[in-house]
């Protein structure tokens, strides 16, 4: 309960911000719908016409404020219609209809999970590359940081169009940007932990004649598994990011890239809402899953989770 308290709290401070800035975000086209249904008149004066019309009309009506929270397009949905549309397209639609965030999950989630294990996979021979090869470490390890300076919406459309030109096409784009994204935390991670055997502990091991293979598995490997762990759960967050990044330059039909431009295109902030706090609960289930089986895998080797 003490650990809970904290996160309720930044989640409540989060929650009562986003509720007090509807009514600004939310008071001129609430204003402007009134005075077109005739509920409110504004005065005839030009000059201060505009300025009145947004916030004078919305502060002196009551039921002017209670309305910026039940727009239909608003700049700023509230807490509740965000709910609402969530409820709506994953409850209450099949999981095999387009309209359903479910069906859009999954896509956007099998390409991120193929980019993380490609990723993933290529972090980890890269920093076993590194710690072990003087000339990896001095020409990889550099590449591998300048290679995370370059804007992923600038070398998406770059990938997608490349492999495109060569006929691949669908899930494999996607992967290779979530995999662009999730190798580089894994490489310093591992890096990390295969080098944090300190002095003695090595010194031990040559000791007793151990070869550099015995050093890594009995040793190097095991004391990297809490950096792996925490590579994990940062690379798996970025892998969604980058899968949800390439679905955006290719016009893509399905997943929660797609309906984030769908609520773009046709004015329907519900919809980008919905599919932004569906891509969140998403990369924060992947994580609470990586977290879980960093618990269960550190209890078995007999040491415990930070």
Same mark, same amino acid.
């Given at each position: =309960?003490?650990?809970? &308290?904290?996160? &309720?709290?930044?989640?409540?401070?989060? &929650? &009562?911000?986003?509720?007090?800035?509807?009514?600004?975000?939310? =008071?001129? +086209?609430?204003?402007? @719908?009134? @005075?077109?249904?005739? #509920?409110?008149?504004?005065?005839?004066?030009?000059?201060?016409? @505009?300025?009145?019309?947004?916030?004078?009309?919305? +502060? @002196?009506?009551?039921? #002017?404020?209670?309305?910026?929270?039940? #727009?239909?397009?608003?700049?700023?949905?509230?807490?509740h219609q965000v709910a609402g549309e969530l409820w709506n397209t994953i409850a209450l639609q099949n999981v095999t209809s387009r309209r359903s965030l479910v069906y859009h999950g999954w896509v956007t989630l099998s390409a991120t999970l193929l980019g993380f294990a490609i990723g993933t996979g290529l972090g980890i021979l890269l920093a076993v590359g590194i710690v072990y090869n003087r000339a990896m470490d001095m020409s990889v390890m550099p590449w591998a940081i300048a290679s995370q300076t370059i804007p992923i919406l600038a070398l998406a459309p770059m990938i997608i169009v490349m492999l495109g030109s060569i006929g691949i096409q669908g899930l494999f784009p996607k992967a290779v940007i979530s995999a662009y994204l999730s190798f580089f935390p894994v490489v310093v991670g591992m890096v990390k932990g295969l080098r944090s055997p300190d002095a003695m502990q090595m010194d031990l091991l040559r000791t007793y004649y151990a070869s550099p293979a015995q050093a890594f598995w009995k040793l190097r490997l095991p004391a990297s598994v809490p950096y792996l762990f925490a590579s994990l759960k940062i690379g798996i967050s970025a892998s969604l990011v980058g899968a949800i990044v390439a679905e955006l330059p290719t016009g893509a039909r399905a997943g929660f890239g797609a309906r984030m431009l769908v609520g773009d295109q046709y004015g329907q902030p519900l919809v980008t809402w919905a599919a932004l706090f569906a891509a969140a609960i998403t990369a924060a289930a992947l994580v609470g899953f990586f977290s879980l089986m960093e618990r269960w895998t550190l209890r078995r080797m007999g040491m415990q989770a930070a």
């Open positions: =309960m003490k650990s809970l &308290l904290p996160v &309720l709290t930044v989640v409540g401070a989060i &929650l &009562l911000f986003w509720i007090v800035s509807v009514v600004p975000m939310n =008071m001129h +086209l609430t204003a402007d @719908q009134a @005075q077109r249904e005739g #509920l409110v008149v504004s005065p005839d004066t030009p000059a201060v016409r @505009q300025e009145y019309s947004g916030i004078g009309l919305t +502060l @002196q009506n009551p039921g #002017l404020m209670v309305r910026t929270y039940t #727009l239909e397009r608003p700049r700023l949905p509230s807490p």
